[in-house]
């Protein structure tokens, strides 16, 4: 079974320009979230989606994060414009059901400067 | 006061040791509950669930006291590759998943 695939694994840009993440998720796995990680934190949730619908984005910073996951598969995460809070660990997972174990991609290391 | 909460950390061992970590949650609701552990830099990746009735793989023991909201993860005979931050799993109930913020271990030699 293939993994949860993320791309890009680093991402170096100035302050203010925009960036997006992207996400495969394991196949047939519906439930599809994206997690932001600081340093010696856990994971902060700032979406999650069942399918194609945003189910909780009450974390996500709608003035420059957005995100879709158009037809319930793949999903991009996009911030613009970026700040330089914003260096951080972006995280995706997916689950097969609402309460299973998550499955994390490796990751997006963000860094702006 | 968060919704989950983890011992702080580091913990500091040496080899063969047993240690214990507990996590704290504040929603009665919530339903199910997991050990993850993470390396440095690396990805959070499941270590075990955590049931009511307890349970164990291998060297590792989960508990969950639904009564005082908390779960507990015990490592017997620790190894150096058991360094590492283990982090508490959360689901609430409807659709919040949360992480704690995890205890670092250090096992040394």
């Known amino acids: 079974e293939a993994g949860v695939v993320q791309s890009p694994r680093y991402k170096i840009i100035e302050k203010k320009q925009p960036v997006a993440f992207w996400c495969n998720p394991i196949s047939g796995h519906n439930t599809l979230y994206w997690y932001l990680q600081n340093l010696g934190q856990g994971p902060e949730l700032l979406i999650r989606?069942?399918?194609?619908?945003?189910?909780?984005d009450s974390q996500l910073p709608k003035d420059r994060f957005s995100a879709e996951r158009l037809k319930g598969v793949d999903s991009t995460l996009k911030i613009q414009p970026a700040e330089l809070g914003d260096s951080a660990v972006y995280l995706c997972?997916?689950?097969?059901?609402?309460?299973?174990?998550?499955?994390f991609g490796n990751g997006t290391r963000l860094t702006v400067t | 006061r968060k919704e989950v909460e983890q011992d702080p950390g580091p913990f500091n061992v040496p080899e063969g040791a047993t240690v214990a970590f507990n996590c704290t949650y504040s929603n009665s609701a919530s339903q199910s509950f997991f050990w993850y552990r993470q390396d440095c830099r690396k990805e959070p990746k499941l270590l075990m669930s955590v049931y009511s009735s307890g349970n164990e793989d291998g060297r590792f023991t989960a508990q969950l006291n639904r009564a005082s909201q908390y779960i507990s993860l015990l490592i017997r005979d620790s190894k150096l590759s058991d360094s590492a931050t283990y982090l508490c799993v959360v689901h609430t109930g409807g659709f919040k998943t949360i992480f704690g913020a995890g205890t670092r271990l250090f096992v040394k030699a």
């Open positions: 997972a997916s689950s097969s059901a609402r309460n299973s174990p998550l499955h």
């Open positions: 989606y069942e399918n194609e619908e945003a189910v909780d």
